[in-house]
């Protein structure tokens, strides 16, 4: 059983628990009491000849039992209820701290929707298991035990014709809950579908326009609309089943009573008020009983949600530590050598980085080239450990980069991706997401160097304009300058830029590497790019082919050298002259 691994969660909170069972017997230990009194109340009315104050005092007792009894329940909740929701906080709490350790290469096997639907749908399965089943089940084992006991101490034979068509009130919610549950799954997971698809219509609202596909997404859409629909009545109908199935059963225990307790009194063997006694236990017993069944689908449910959950909790963390005293960003200097690198993605599939050897020096610019699809961001995705390499070492000032810890690899690095991501937050906390503590005019002056001073005063609220989400109203080269300004922020000792001209026009981008060169010439450097005027400022170029480094040296001397890179230079040049005719 997979319950067993969230013990140590519920152990740390055994004497809330136990203070909720403790509580949950006193409660039922006054509920079952009542019945004694409505049996003697209704035996001295049907004497016919009696004080009204003899029915009060007994009228008083089961509103007094009630009330009690009430009052534990509400004890019991306030303990177990409120044990399951701490739990459930923790287990969250540990789930998200766990995914935020895991590797990247851990987030392109499991999908975004499955690690919410883990956080949300699987957690919540575990609460309901600590917190209603538990309850439920304590609250069964004692309103059985004292029920039963008390029935038995009336009649024998009363007592186990009586309970006959209990299991079957198990028996039906175990088996409508399961059907319940199945569909309830699927209406969700249809809803899911339904509103993926419509986030995805409506934020890639310009390419349906673009291509006239309105018409299309929105058959789409009400296909799954009908589907929804269709999974609801399903669920619909077990639901409107579960309760009348339950009322029969009940009515034939009830009968049962009625008939056999009936014979009873009029034989004399039985008053009227012991078969009123047990027409009330019955009825005490019903949910309890029907809660068995209930429990018993709650605690599959949790079962796979925790087997689900720990596939992530026991995934093993490879956390290599360096040498402690060079752990401090502020004692590297920033130096970088790949030394016979090897890479690929897969096992199964071919090569990316096939021998990468080069040496970057502390606070020196190094330019990547090369065509699409060669292995430049892969480069970047194994010196910030987002992969590991399949042979061959990484050094970061010659410690290798398997000795240092990752968030200080981190740390070391602020990196402007291929594709930027900005959340659907100001520009301003945009940036700051590279430094938390700048203030407005920092992040201003960050924003300028990144060449974006012109953009903002299109923006009427300046720094503080929302980006709306994935930052929808920013066109791409102000979403790569933004990603480029909290990179400037973080005032990192390497900055990692891939490909951050690409939506760039070059008069900006002769703007941003003259800042870039200025302002940073104590910051290592790496730029990635597909157009030599990127990178051709830079104190070492090298030239990806296929995954091989064909060509390095510095401009002039691969300018000299006449080879691939002399041609791109070639076509850029000629580019830039067609351009100004
Ligand atoms: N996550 C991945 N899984 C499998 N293969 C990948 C993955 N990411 C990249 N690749 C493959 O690795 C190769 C190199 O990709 P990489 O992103 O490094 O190229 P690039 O030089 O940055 O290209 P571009 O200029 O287009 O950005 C490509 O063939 C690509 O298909
Ligand atoms: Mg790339």
Known sequence: MSLRKIYHYVFKHKSKLIWGFFFVTISNLFAVIIPRFIGKAIDTISSGNFQMEDVFVQILWIVGLTFASGLFMYFTRKKIIVVSREIEYELRKDFVGKLSKLPFSFFTEYSSGKLMSLATNDISAAREFLGPAIMYTANTITTFVFAFFFMLSL??????????????????????????????????????????????????????????????????????SEDYRKKYMKLE?????????????????????????????????????????????????????????????????????????????????????????????????????????????????????????????????????????????????????????????????????????????????????????????????????????????????????????????????????????????????????IALARALAAQPKILLLDDPFSSVDSETEKLILNNLFSHYSNTTKIIISNKISSVWFCDKIVLIENGIVSEEGTNEELIKLGGKYFRMFEIQELTKEIEQE
């Open 237 to 481: 109908f077990f639901q409107s089943l579960m309760v009348p199935l339950l009322i029969v059963l009940i009515g034939i225990s009830q009968l049962i009573v009625l008939g056999y307790g009936g014979l009873r009194v009029i034989n004399k063997t039985m008053t009227i008020g012991d078969v009123t006694q047990f027409f009330v236990y019955i009825n005490l017993l019903i949910w309890p009983v029907a809660a068995i069944g209930w429990v018993t689908n709650l605690i599959q449910r949790a079962n796979a949600s925790i087997e689900r959950l720990w596939e992530i909790f026991e995934i093993q963390l490879d956390e290599s530590y360096g040498e402690a005293e060079k752990n401090e960003p502020f004692a590297f200097s920033g130096g970088i050598r790949f030394e016979n690198v090897w890479f690929k993605y897969k096992h199964e599939l071919p090569w990316v980085l096939k021998g990468i050897t080069f040496e970057i020096p502390p606070k020196s610019s190094f330019g990547i080239v090369g065509g699409v699809g060669s292995g430049k961001s892969t480069i970047l995705k194994l010196l910030t450990k987002i992969y590991h390499q399949t042979r061959g070492e990484i050094f970061i000032d010659e410690i290798p980069l398997d000795k240092l810890e990752y968030n200080l690899v981190r740390s070391l690095f602020a990196v402007v991706p291929q594709e930027p991501f900005l959340f659907s937050i100001s520009i301003a906390e945009n940036v700051r997401i590279g430094n938390p503590d700048s203030t407005d005019n920092e992040v201003e002056y960050y924003l300028k160097l990144a060449g974006f001073e012109q953009d903002l005063q299109t923006f009427p609220e300046g720094i503080n304009t929302l980006v709306g989400e994935r930052g929808v109203t920013l066109s791409g080269g102000q979403k790569q300058r």
């Open 155 to 224: 009649d024998l034979n009363l007592t186990l014709l009586s309970i006959i068509p209990l299991p079957l009130i198990t028996i039906t919610t175990y088996l409508i809950g399961r059907q319940i549950h199945h569909n309830f799954k699927d209406v969700q997971e249809q809803f899911s579908k339904l509103t993926t698809q419509a986030q995805e219509t409506f934020s890639g609202i310009r390419l349906v326009r673009a291509f006239v596909q309105e018409a299309y997404e929105a058959k789409r859409f009400y296909e799954y």
